[in-house]
């Protein structure tokens, strides 16, 4: 089994940057993909990144160049990265990891971005 934390929300000005944790604790070998949502209130779920376990990534077109994403070395923490922060960016974020055996979600971060 699989649990998930998610760390590092906070509120930053527009135009800022922010590192977003997903901690990984349980059979993290069973882990084949990362993923990183939000959701602004009144808005659907976003995907915004993914991670394979091989290390492939993609960013969502709505973020890219400005999001990046990121895993450790021992594959417990996977970071997304986020630089010139706007307030539109506003939203509780979430990662997810795809197991073996099923999904699996973290409680979310929020992050506000000030005008």
């Known amino acids: 089994q699989v649990q998930l934390v998610e760390s590092g929300g906070g509120l930053v000005q527009s135009g800022g940057s922010l590192t977003l944790s997903c901690s990984a604790s349980?059979?993290?070998?069973?882990?084949?993909?990362t993923r990183w949502f939000r959701q602004a209130p009144g808005r659907q779920r976003e995907e915004v990144a993914s991670i394979e376990s091989t290390g492939n990534t993609d960013i969502a077109d709505s973020v890219k160049g400005r999001f990046s994403i990121s895993g450790d070395n021992t594959k417990t923490v996977v970071y997304l990265q986020m630089n010139s922060l706007k307030p539109d960016d506003t939203a509780v974020y979430y990662c997810m990891a795809h197991t073996i055996v099923g999904h699996v979600w973290g409680q979310g971060t929020q992050v506000t971005v000030s005008a």
């Open positions: 349980g059979s993290i070998s069973d882990i084949y993909v």
